[in-house]
């Protein structure tokens, strides 16, 4: 399926957006705030990130929705279940592919960091505190359970547990870039990350295509947030929660996440 187009995808991820939705990303991130998309520069072996709030001004610009659904048909592009996408001559696929969490580059170097340049631009005014803020669309690791032998069986499941393994180093790494900032006096930095503690039966990476499981994650999400962020309702939509964070990283699977509801696995496949 990944060597083929797949144009229910692309029409769904089309309807899904329009100039009312870009209008509505410009207008809610215009007062310093960034939205940030991460792909993988396939050519290049690098992590790819997406200024949307670019993408949307495009968008309207332009009268089409092409360049915000070109970056989320990008970070979609999970090797294996749906096609890379072409874009300026290179070729993008699921930012997972890189890692699931990016936080800047340069980290050996104090002068590249945010903490160096603001003092290097602003010598006379405090550092303010940088806040990571990471959302995990599943458990932190994959259940346990009984492998089964078949080589389809264990690509997948290697798979779940590399992604696994990866996110635990990701979050390991970003303390550590926390605590070592702080170190060299480069201001003061704040991690937190939220995942679902309950075991998801089978795991959830092989049902991101399966709508009533991915409604349910979205529905438990919110009421995570209601209870971990006092005074929000249970409810929130997709822009609002953009609202709380000063950096959000989404992976392919966060896209996803999305649009999920909108559309089903049979929505995907049919041409």
Not at 170 to 175: D, E, F, S, V
Not at 216 to 233: C, H, K, N
Request: aromatic share 8%.
């Amino acid at each position: 399926m990944s060597l083929a187009r797949v144009p229910g995808l692309e029409r769904a991820v089309g309807e899904a957006f329009d100039q009312s939705t870009a209008q509505q990303i410009v207008d809610k991130t215009s007062p310093g705030r960034l939205l940030l998309i991460q792909s993988t520069n396939l050519d290049w072996a690098f992590p790819a990130v997406f200024n949307f709030v670019t993408a949307a001004k495009k968008s309207l610009a332009e009268n089409n929705t092409e360049s915000m659904t070109d970056v989320v048909l990008a970070s979609a592009a999970i090797p294996g279940m749906f096609p890379p996408r072409e874009m300026n001559g290179f070729l993008y696929v699921d930012g997972g592919v890189e890692g699931n969490f990016y936080y800047g580059s340069h980290p050996s170097k104090p002068v590249n960091t945010f903490g160096g340049i603001w003092k290097r631009k602003h010598p006379d005014i405090p550092i303010p505190k940088t806040r990571y803020w990471v959302i995990i669309n599943g458990n932190l690791r994959e259940s346990p359970k009984t492998s089964e032998t078949g080589w389809a069986s264990i690509a997948s499941r290697s798979l779940e547990v590399s992604v696994g393994s990866d996110q635990v180093v990701a979050l390991r790494q970003l303390y550590s870039i926390a605590d070592l900032t702080q170190l060299r006096g480069l201001g003061q930095v704040e991690v937190r990350w939220i995942a679902i503690n309950e075991p998801l039966k089978d795991g959830v990476f092989p049902k991101i295509s399966d709508n009533k499981q991915m409604q349910r994650l979205s529905d438990l999400g919110e009421r995570l947030v209601a209870i971990r962020i006092p005074g929000t309702q249970p409810h929130l939509d997709v822009l609002t929660m953009r609202s709380f964070l000063l950096m959000m990283i989404l992976s392919a699977v966060s896209g996803l996440l999305l649009f999920s509801n909108r559309m089903s696995n049979k929505q995907l496949m049919n041409s």
